[in-house]
């Protein structure tokens, strides 16, 4: 596609029960980045994938969060057993490569509302 | 932990006027950029300048940067209603750093 796709562009879950979002990012970009939004805490910096690694994965909120990249390509963000305080919006970008002067494309994003 | 802090945290102008917002950020940094979110979505990149830039021009934008006070600015000259958004200031060293984002500043334009 022409740019960055996540789905579901809205997802509305249970207390308790799991979800997992999905990132498309745009083809030959090796750098995938995992954002969360919300009021309270403004954009916060989740996650990053060279290829298919994650050096860091210090910038996830809790253990229940996880995140995967399969073939240099898709990347799913999955959280466990969602609580209130996940409700966000959560963003995904991608660029050409890790540097800072490699433009981030943002993607539409998924709006979490956990009940 | 936010970088960026910009203010004001909400400006209203009418159409056709300049809008200007401001950026401060807390330790050096190698560049600075500016996006613009509209309702609350995806955001979009609007200009990118380094550290040793003081100034950059991107049609109707114009963004400084003043390494010594640690600040930046966004000017956005002639405005329209389409330029209604929050823009938000971001600062990192890219890699396994991400990004990091200032609250930003939503931006009115009344017709």
């Known amino acids: 596609g022409a740019g960055v796709s996540q789905s579901p562009s809205n997802k509305v879950t249970e207390k308790g029960k799991d979800v997992e979002l999905r990132c498309d990012p745009i083809s030959g970009h090796t750098a995938l980045y995992w954002y969360r939004q919300s009021l309270g805490q403004g954009l916060e910096f989740l996650i990053y994938f060279q290829g298919n690694s994650a050096p860091d994965k210090s910038g996830l909120p809790s253990d229940r969060f996880s995140a995967e990249r399969t073939g240099g390509s898709v990347s799913t963000l999955t959280i466990q057993r969602t609580q209130q305080e996940d409700s966000a919006v959560y963003l995904c970008?991608?660029?050409?490569?890790?540097?800072?002067?490699?433009?981030?494309?943002f993607g539409p994003g998924t709006r979490l509302t956990v009940l | 932990s936010q970088q960026g802090e910009e203010d004001p945290q909400a400006l209203s102008i009418q159409e056709g006027e300049n809008a200007t917002m401001n950026c401060s950020y807390k330790?050096?940094?190698?560049?600075l950029q500016w996006y613009r979110q509209n309702s609350g979505r995806g955001l979009v990149h609007l200009i990118l300048i380094r550290s040793n830039e003081r100034e950059k021009h991107s049609g109707r934008l114009r963004v400084t940067l003043d390494t010594s006070k640690k600040s930046s600015s966004l000017l956005i000259t002639a405005s329209r209603a389409a330029d209604t958004a929050s823009y938000f200031c971001?600062?990192?060293?890219?890699?396994?750093?991400?990004?990091?984002f200032g609250k930003g500043t939503h931006l009115i334009i009344q017709p």
């Open positions: 970008a991608s660029s050409l490569g890790g540097g800072l002067l490699n433009e981030q494309f």
């Open positions: 330790t050096s940094i190698n560049n």
């Open positions: 971001a600062t990192g060293r890219g890699g396994a750093d991400g990004l990091t």
